[in-house]
């Protein structure tokens, strides 16, 4: 990494977080009362911090634009959007499916993505409203920021569930990864909020309300993380909450599950067959539920890089060094400032009994979630209301005036992010969990030149040798004849003039992404030459397919 070297913008960064120091120092025996007044204020509170990333995030587009999806998985839940709004849950298979091949993507028995119903029905609902599936990221994004506040008012006081809705909007929210793809935790986020937000609640009263909110929440969880709803039951079970509403509960819970075997069958064939499964008999991923004694191999990777991929994925022979090597992961729920409230959770597991069922339950998270060879950011994304639950708790517990020091540096740690993300800053890469979009990507480019490009086509995709296997450009949409532009795999001249006449009519044009700039031209039958070679250093530039899109 460079070093940093100090521009105008980043001492206008650094300053700004100096002066808002001496504000919050100055106005800090006004801003107590009024949080105390406003805390009172259950429903106001929400709308605040449900709007809050919205605002924050909006006020960023024009230096970040809406979001270009780049990873497979992203493109795979789009997939699930586009079939939903389709009207269906599988598509039918594909008479060029060869062609079409791509990650995460069945062919046969269906054209269909690999991946549960949940997340793509969030987007759908944005498209369907306002003509962008990124906007079901923002509405989902929202609801979890307000959910959070909810479900920390059933543990905690008026005042700090303010204080943790407020941090949860801004961690998880305008510069967060969750908020700038297409395959974010939010969704399961809220879920989780509904679960244990409910909990404390129908022990206190037993109200269908609540125990629908509980069945909601892991109706919501089973439609996007499947395997960790095992651990969510249990983690309900542990808690033992009783009274009718559980019927209630365990009814919609149920519609949840008639749902996924539902797409089991319309997917696969089988009820009990889930596509996750069809794909990793058929592509050999996703990883299995199984360990590994030794690293998946993986072409044209340093020993470096290597050994940072066994780092990520957690290949290893021992079930316990996988689980310390991801320990490091976990700091992307906390900012910094809050690893000190963290620790002064710790002094609370003796004397309160809901701090020993929270640190339970996130063993129970961790220690479960070990069993699958990777680890991904929303892997777990149903317990961060409990992470936010032990950072208000550590601050509760530490003296009055050092608790007030970490919420005010966790604040002012995102203002100063948010500042520099903002102006553009040279500081930025820097930012240990920069998810936020950057113009200028070779897909938004390539987007472009295909939007101004009149007419239907059809782009066959041509990878050069040193091509990063991962970085795929193959995705269509669910009706691919249907589709203004079609993506298919260069196969060669004899295969792919059988394409081209079954889509007569559409200009056809050539991509090659490894081009530096990637380009498109118009395809020809015939050899090609590269105008340009790839760089030497891409051939062992390999991507994790687990490491974090920046």
């Known amino acids: 990494m460079n070093a940093v070297v100090m521009n105008a913008s980043d001492a206008i960064e650094l300053a700004l977080t100096i002066v808002l120091c001496g504000i919050a120092l100055c106005w800090r025996p006004y801003l107590a009362p009024a949080a105390a007044r406003l805390a009172e204020r259950p429903r106001t509170c929400l709308a605040i911090i449900a709007t809050l990333p919205l605002v924050l995030r909006l006020a960023l587009l024009a230096a970040h634009p809406v979001p270009v999806p780049s990873n497979y998985d992203e493109f795979s839940h789009l997939l699930v959007t586009d079939t939903l709004l389709n009207g269906r849950l599988a598509n039918p298979a594909h008479s060029f499916a060869r062609f079409f091949e791509t990650f995460f993507v069945l062919q046969q028995p269906t054209y269909s993505s690999i991946y549960p119903p949940g997340l793509g029905f969030s987007m759908a609902v944005g498209r369907l409203l306002f003509g962008l599936p990124w906007a079901g990221v923002l509405l989902t994004t929202a609801s979890f920021a307000a959910a959070c506040y909810w479900m920390l008012r059933a543990w905690t006081t008026p005042v700090w569930a303010l204080g943790g809705g ?15 793809t297409y395959w974010g935790g939010s969704w399961t986020a809220t879920a989780g909020c509904l679960v244990f937000g409910a909990l404390p609640r129908l022990r206190k009263r037993a109200s269908l309300r609540d125990g629908a909110l509980l069945g909601i929440g892991l109706g919501m969880h089973l439609l996007s993380r499947p395997f960790e709803t095992v651990f969510l039951v249990l983690a309900v079970a542990f808690y033992r909450p009783r009274g009718r509403p559980l019927i209630f509960a365990a009814l919609i819970f149920l519609a949840a599950a008639s749902v996924t075997l539902l797409q089991n069958k319309r997917v696969t064939g089988e ?24 690293p998946v191999p993986h072409r044209n990777l340093t020993p470096g890089q290597e050994r ?204 090659e992404p490894d081009a530096k700039p990637a380009r498109l031209s118009v395809w020809a039958p015939g050899p090609t030459t590269p105008v340009s070679t790839p760089s030497p250093a891409s051939a062992t530039n390999q991507r994790d397919p687990f490491e974090p899109v920046r």
């Open 166 to 180: 407020v941090l949860a909007a801004l961690s998880f929210g305008p510069l967060s990864p969750w908020m700038n």
């Open 308 to 511: 940072d991929y066994q780092m990520q994925a957690g290949f290893r022979s021992a079930w316990f060094p996988r689980l310390a090597a991801r320990v490091r992961s976990y700091r992307f729920y906390f900012y910094p400032p809050l690893y000190l409230a963290l620790a002064a959770f710790l002094f609370t597991l003796r004397r309160a009994p809901q701090s020993r069922y929270v640190a339970l339950v996130c063993l129970l998270f961790a220690l479960g979630t070990n069993f699958f060879p990777a680890f991904r950011y929303h892997y777990i994304a149903g317990i961060v209301c409990l992470f936010m639950l032990t950072a208000v708790e550590g601050m509760r517990a530490a003296p009055a005036p050092a608790a007030r020091w970490l919420l005010a540096f966790a604040f002012l740690h995102f203002i100063f992010w948010y500042g520099a993300h903002a102006g553009e800053s040279s500081l930025t890469a820097w930012d240990a969990w920069n998810g936020i979009n950057h113009p200028g990507s070779p897909r938004t480019a390539v987007a472009s030149e295909l939007a101004s490009t009149p007419g239907d086509l059809l782009v066959f995709v041509r990878y050069w040798p040193a091509h990063i296997f991962q970085d795929e450009w193959v995705w269509n949409d669910a009706d691919i004849d249907r589709s203004r532009v079609i993506f298919a795999r260069d196969l060669g001249d004899t295969e792919n003039l059988q394409l081209v006449r079954n889509y007569q009519g559409r200009t056809v044009l050539l991509l």
């Open 271 to 294: 009820w009990l067959t889930s596509p996750y499964v069809v794909s990793q008999y058929q592509y050999g991923v996703p990883a299995p539920l199984t360990f590994q004694t030794k």
